[in-house]
């Protein structure tokens, strides 16, 4: 079950997440894009968790389309579009709920997903947070239930590193080619930070 307070919680834990993890983000985008990964995520979230503080709190869509105009104005990299498409998918589908259970949170997560990859327009396999954001829904989908969600945090973790191995096809790293193999996607390692957060709102 995903009540809003848990929403509330999962952005301050997220946002306290990626400003430990900052300088990994940039340095990881350092080696393949230009640096910024972990700073556009930390000014993002910061910004997102002052916005919920003045966002009345009984509406998980409401909460969920505040975060995502936040990080829309806020990010002005392809990680605010990205990380505001699956907010905005979010919303959508939990309009009007103050909580909602696994099979809600499934099908946000598989809407997220979808939405990620008509933006992005990135296949699996091409180093980019879909890498992760697709086991993740997949693993999900298989497994609609707390426990899967648990699963899919781990399944997301994996992913992430396996992106380490791949050779960048989208975004800024698939200028370096084959000189992008060596390194884990940036936006990945985020994504799989944020199953575990989502996580551990939801179920720990
Ligand atoms: P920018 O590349 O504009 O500096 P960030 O560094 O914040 O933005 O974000 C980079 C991350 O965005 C990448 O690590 C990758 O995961 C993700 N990304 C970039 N382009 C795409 C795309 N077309 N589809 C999906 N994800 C993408
Ligand atoms: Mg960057
Ligand atoms: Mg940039």
Redo the contacts with the bound molecule.
């Keep these: 079950m995903l009540t809003t307070s848990a929403f509330i919680a999962f952005i301050q834990a997220y946002t306290n997440r990626l400003d430990e993890l900052q300088p990994l983000l940039d340095q990881?985008?350092n080696q393949?894009?230009?640096g910024?990964?972990g700073t556009?995520?930390t000014r993002g979230f910061h910004a997102a968790n002052e916005r919920l503080t003045s966002t009345p709190a009984d509406d998980l869509g409401a909460l969920s389309q505040a975060v995502a105009m936040t990080l829309l104005s806020s990010?002005?990299?392809?990680?605010?579009p990205?990380y505001a498409t699956v907010f905005l998918r979010f919303s959508a589908q939990w309009k009007g709920q103050s909580q909602v259970d696994a099979k809600d949170i499934t099908e946000a997560i598989v809407q997220a997903r979808d939405g990620?990859v008509a933006?992005?327009?990135?296949q699996v396999g091409?180093?980019?947070?879909?890498d992760v954001w697709s086991p993740a829904a997949q693993t999900l989908q298989a497994n609609p239930t707390e426990s899967g969600i648990l699963a899919a945090a781990k399944a997301a973790a994996e992913a992430a590193v396996g992106t380490r191995e791949l050779v960048a096809g989208?975004?800024?790293?698939a200028y370096l080619g084959e000189r992008s193999r060596g390194t884990c996607?940036?936006?990945?390692v985020?994504?799989a930070v944020f199953f575990e957060e989502f996580a551990n709102a939801i179920v720990g």
Excluded: C, Y
């Design positions: 990881l985008d393949i894009g230009d910024d990964h556009n995520m990010v002005g990299g392809a990680s605010g990205l990620l933006r992005g327009k990135a091409e180093k980019t947070l879909i989208k975004g800024r790293a996607d940036p936006g990945s985020s994504s």
